[in-house]
């Protein structure tokens, strides 16, 4: 009876480590340029979303040759063959994220004063989706081009837990539909670039009207 529950324990102690091995997380980097995320380890699965070349996830299991990864509350699906694995570990990612979002930031704020213009993307004038691409950029993050597409990429974040760097979203009056983003900087403010006649500033997301017509935010540093 002894040697039965002995070899029970270690057989238990087993499954344990094995188990900790497997889902021991890692970051990846895409390297395609453009990866459907799926909610099923397969291409039959429904794409419920997109990750650009250069972005990176967070894998929390592996499943043959796919990869889940953190995306919002759902679980979702990369392919291997799209994503290379670094050694870089969760603690260690989230140190990084808060190193560079203080850099991320402080290099939006270079562009305070910049004029909005509808479709610019450099310093001569930016729309909203424009700068936060040009921002990112900078520090090798490379978003799509709207708005929407922004914030099918990324790790969905709640409104309590953003950090400097975050992209913050917004719709407006009758509309579910997301069409404006900026950059959260802190103390529950933004950078953005508003509309035409305004020029890019720091406005507050917990009071007026971004607070009314806040959408939610994703988290994209590396």
């Known amino acids: 009876?002894?040697?039965?529950?002995?070899?029970?324990?270690?057989?238990?102690?087993?499954?344990?480590?094995?188990?900790?091995?497997?889902?021991?997380?890692?970051?990846?980097?895409?390297?395609?340029n453009i990866l459907n995320i799926r909610s099923g380890p397969s291409t039959s699965n429904s794409i419920v979303g997109k990750l650009y070349v250069g972005n990176t996830v967070s894998i929390i299991a592996k499943e043959n040759n796919w990869y889940q990864i953190e995306y919002g509350n759902k679980k979702a699906y990369v392919s291997g063959d799209y994503v290379s694995i670094n050694a870089t570990s969760?603690?260690?990612?989230?140190?990084?994220?808060?190193?560079?979002?203080?850099?991320?930031?402080?290099?939006?704020k270079n562009y305070i004063g910049v004029p909005y213009r509808y479709g610019g993307t450099t310093?001569?004038?930016?729309?909203?989706?424009?700068?936060?691409?040009?921002?990112?950029?900078?520090?090798?993050?490379?978003?799509?081009?709207?708005s929407g597409d922004q914030y099918s990429i990324g790790t969905r974040?709640?409104?309590?837990?953003?950090?400097?760097?975050?992209?913050?979203?917004f719709n407006s009056a009758g509309s579910n539909r997301i069409n404006h983003v900026g950059m959260y900087v802190g103390d529950g403010k933004f950078i953005h670039a508003p509309i035409p006649g305004q020029s890019v500033k720091i406005d507050s997301i917990v009071s007026g009207y971004f607070n009314t017509y806040y959408y939610g935010a994703t988290r994209v540093l590396k």
Do not use: H
Request: net charge positive.
């Open 90 to 108: 969760r603690s260690s990612f989230r140190t990084d994220v808060a190193t560079i979002s203080n850099e991320v930031v402080s290099y939006a």
């Open 123 to 146: 310093p001569l004038g930016f729309d909203c989706s424009g700068f936060t691409q040009y921002v990112m950029k900078n520090f090798n993050i490379f978003l799509p081009r709207s």
């Open 157 to 169: 974040v709640s409104k309590s837990q953003l950090i400097a760097g975050d992209l913050v979203f």
């Open 1 to 32: 009876m002894k040697k039965i529950i002995k070899i029970l324990l270690i057989t238990c102690l087993s499954t344990i480590i094995l188990c900790s091995t497997a889902f021991a997380a890692e970051n990846g980097t895409v390297i395609a």
